[in-house]
Structures are given as C-alpha cells and as structure tokens.
C-alpha cells in the first residue's frame, strides 16, 4: 500500500496476508518534494540509502548497501564520472564525442 507518495514521504509496505508477515517496508524521503534523498528499510535497515544532488538538481551521491556512488558532470549536464567506493574504489570516466549524444565509458580501479 502507498501511502503520502506525492508529499514529502512516502510508505510502502508489503505483506502476507495469510500469515502477517511484513515482507517490505520502506519509507521514502523526498527533500524539496522532487528529488529522492532517502529510503529507509524498516526490516533491514543496512538496506537503506541515501542520496544527495548538486546545486543543478543532478544527483551527486548515493549511499546504500552497495557502498558510496558518487558523480561527476561537466557544464552542459552529461555525466563525466562515476565512482564506486566500496572495499576498493572503481572510477568510470565518461567522454562524449562533439554531438554528446552516446559516451564512450572507461572503466579503472
């Protein structure tokens, strides 16, 4: 059941109605109404992410299960870098070729 998903939180919760049993529930956080700066598992909650954007509304970082995400954009709004840091750190480099339609990745650790 959604609960508030057009405000600035929503629920989701999901169960068996057979035997009660919460199967997912998580709560969303919206931070300007817009952008999603938080879920919160309430069964788990090293399930839980977290993101934040820059000051042009892109999405900056992510943090969950995965580790720490963060990217990068040049002035125009392509991506330019993803970096995954986890145990070690993956770095993805982005170049657009002068019609940026389709980026050519390269991937590093």
């Known amino acids: 059941m959604f609960s508030g998903w057009r405000e600035h939180s929503a629920t989701l919760?999901?169960?068996?109605?057979?035997?009660?049993?919460?199967?997912?529930?998580?709560?969303?956080?919206?931070?300007?109404?817009?952008?999603?700066?938080?879920?919160?598992?309430?069964?788990?909650?090293?399930?839980?992410?977290?993101?934040?954007?820059?000051?042009?509304n892109r999405l900056g970082q992510g943090t969950g299960i995965w580790g720490q995400l963060t990217w990068g954009y040049d002035g125009v709004g392509n991506r330019t870098s993803e970096v995954l840091t986890t145990g070690s750190t993956t770095t993805r480099i982005y170049s657009y070729s002068f019609c940026s339609c389709m980026p050519t990745i390269s991937t590093g650790r």
């Not at 109605?17 to 309430?42: V, W």
């Open 13 to 56: 919760k999901v169960e068996d109605t057979s035997t009660s049993t919460t199967i997912l529930n998580r709560s969303y956080a919206f931070g300007d109404g817009i952008n999603l700066t938080g879920i919160t598992d309430s069964l788990i909650s090293a399930r839980s992410e977290s993101y934040t954007y820059t000051a042009a």
